[in-house]
């Protein structure tokens, strides 16, 4: 998603056997993914139920269950959805400034109750269900790596960085990793502060490598 656009709900990627009928309402499924982070932050992972999530969404049962096969693909789309709505690259001047700030964007969100609880749940479910795997792969991690392309052509606007003219797929998929991962393994694993000194770090370090992280600050 473009940063300077918005998508009120995340479609479910390619789930086979897709009803036709009606259009889907795009206020419907907002409620429901919004019932769904509600319910994980006040309930948790082991008790979110489908018709619970119905209830709060003030949609029947049969409207939810024609748009998901089960939780672990509804709670994928309600996580999805939030990225898409909230993690932006802010536009702050410079390569390290921008990485900071969506760092700490990314880092507030995903210390949520809800998306916290739901990383670890899917996370763990999708290394015995690999259409899981592949369904959080397309709705939440290709979803963000735009943020990387806006990066770089901003950075190359500025002059920060050579503009090679050239697609590099798997550099842009590193860049992301090393950013995403840190940040989960930060936030999720070790359990230390994402604050604005780490995070600058974090920037000084994919910017110019080791060595930078030696120099005093600008």
């Known amino acids: 998603m473009d940063p300077h656009t918005s998508s009120p709900a995340v479609a479910p990627p390619g ?7 009606r259009p ?8 429901i993914l919004q019932a769904t982070r509600d319910a994980l932050a006040e ?26 096969a089960g939780k672990n693909e509804l709670v994928v ?23 900071e700030g969506v760092v700490l964007r990314f880092a507030e969100l995903i210390e949520r109750p809800e998306t916290r609880t739901a990383l670890m749940a899917v996370v763990a479910e999708a290394t015995h269900d690999e259409a899981l795997r592949l369904r959080i792969r397309d709705a939440i991690v290709d979803r963000q790596k735009h943020l ?7 950075a190359q606007q ?13 550099r842009d998929d590193l860049i992301f990793d090393v950013i995403a ?17 780490w ?3 974090l920037a000084r370090l994919l910017v110019g490598g080791l060595g930078a992280l030696h120099l005093p600050p600008p």
């Open 15 to 21: 789930r086979p056997g897709k009803r036709t009928g």
């Open 24 to 31: 889907r309402s795009a206020a419907a499924d907002r409620a």
């Open 43 to 68: 309930q948790g992972w082991g008790q979110l139920a489908l018709g619970d999530v119905a209830a709060r969404a003030g949609v029947a049962k049969t409207t939810l269950y024609r748009r998901w």
């Open 77 to 99: 789309d309600a996580i999805a959805a939030l990225f898409e709505e909230q993690l932006e690259l802010p536009d702050l001047g410079s390569l390290d400034a921008d990485i």
């Open 148 to 154: 990387v392309l806006l990066g770089r052509e901003r």
């Open 158 to 170: 500025r002059g920060e960085l050579a503009a090679d003219g050239v697609a590099d797929p798997a």
């Open 181 to 197: 991962g840190t940040v989960v393994h930060r936030v999720m694993v070790s359990s230390g502060p994402v604050d604005r000194e």
């Open 199 to 201: 995070a600058r770090q």
